[in-house]
């Protein structure tokens, strides 16, 4: 099976549970396919977490979940070694992110110290306990949620941490006529925990996506395309929306994501509206904008909007 007939069958699985959430679903879709992670920011009720359960069963990985809180500890998340009085030795007790696909619900609840506990993980695919270092599973994913209107008891994320992110993905409201559609499921008898009642049935395994990472490595980028997405981080610094602009590794999950999403249509070839459609998700989280830019109602999603404005499209 080639990555756009994976996709489409994966969506079209999804569909029997989500409904309404078909962007964002791609999106989360297209980060695994390109080893990324993904911030999920939306009020409660949206289907975030039925999204990261979905898509754990649909390709057949480990999923754990876990509450973040303000008393949430490090060694809570990557684990600690305890000592056994029978065996007067020291067992190492793994943490819930020995998994493949990990769910931190709420992220933004726990403290900078907690959070930080992700950033060894999320960057290196490994984690580091009482100097011993522990390779995570291959695929390893972690999906966080936050909610954008509760700030009472929250922490905001270090910068460091929100960069790791490959998108950050805002889960809206579905339209009305999905939401009716939500509410006969369930007066139908649907069950959001219970999976299996709906039909669900998986994919693919997760080694199955090294076969499709194998072929988004194949599809091409032509200079122009990288021109492109070099200018776009190029004006995000320059930008008098801004406090700071996008970092490198913004350019490079520009051009990852966008030769996933070609292959996810079918193509083997970069677009300039491949970019375009992945801009917003990549880079809403990485810039700043000016107090004064907030004052004037603008949203990162806006400003990056003028900065694409301001360039000129590859033919």
């Known amino acids: 099976m080639t990555v756009r007939q994976i996709a489409e069958a994966i969506r079209s699985e999804a569909r029997k549970v989500l409904v309404g959430q078909d962007e964002p679903f791609t999106l989360i879709l297209a980060a695994l396919l390109s080893s990324g992670h993904v911030l999920l920011e939306g009020v409660p009720g949206t289907a975030k977490t039925l999204m990261a359960k979905t898509l754990a069963r649909l390709v057949q990985a480990d999923f754990t979940r ?16 305890v000592f056994e009085m029978g065996t007067g030795q020291f067992r190492l007790r793994k943490g819930p992110i020995f998994t493949q696909i990990l769910l931190g619900d709420e992220i933004n609840r726990a403290p900078a110290k907690t959070q930080s506990a992700l950033l060894e993980a999320m960057e290196e695919r490994q984690v580091t306990i009482e100097g011993q270092r522990m390779a995570l599973s291959d695929p ?13 008891g929250t922490y905001p994320l270090p910068e460091a941490q929100l960069d790791r992110f490959l998108f950050k993905v805002l889960v809206d409201y579905a339209p009305q006529e999905a939401e009716m559609e939500v509410v006969w499921r369930y007066h139908r008898g649907f069950d959001a925990r219970r999976l299996d009642a709906a039909g669900l049935q998986p994919v693919i395994t997760p080694q199955t996506l090294d076969e499709c990472r194998a072929e988004i490595a194949n599809v091409q980028v032509e200079a122009g395309i990288v021109k492109y997405i070099t200018d776009i981080a190029q004006e995000s610094r320059k930008s008098l929306d801004l406090v ?52 004037e109602g603008l949203t990162p999603d806006t400003a990056m909007g003028r900065i694409l404005a301001r360039i000129d499209v590859p033919r």
């Open 244 to 295: 700071i602009g996008a970092s490198p590794r913004a350019s490079i999950a520009l051009l990852l994501t966008s030769k996933t999403f070609a292959a996810m249509q079918g193509r083997q070839y970069v677009s300039p509206d491949d970019v375009k459609f992945l801009v917003r998700p990549v880079y809403r989280h990485r810039i700043i904008l000016k107090p004064e830019a907030e004052i």
């Open 66 to 81: 876990v509450q973040f809180t303000p008393d949430l500890m490090p060694s809570d998340v990557i684990g600690t070694q």
């Open 140 to 152: 390893f994913m972690v999906l966080a949620t936050q909610n954008p209107i509760e700030y009472e």
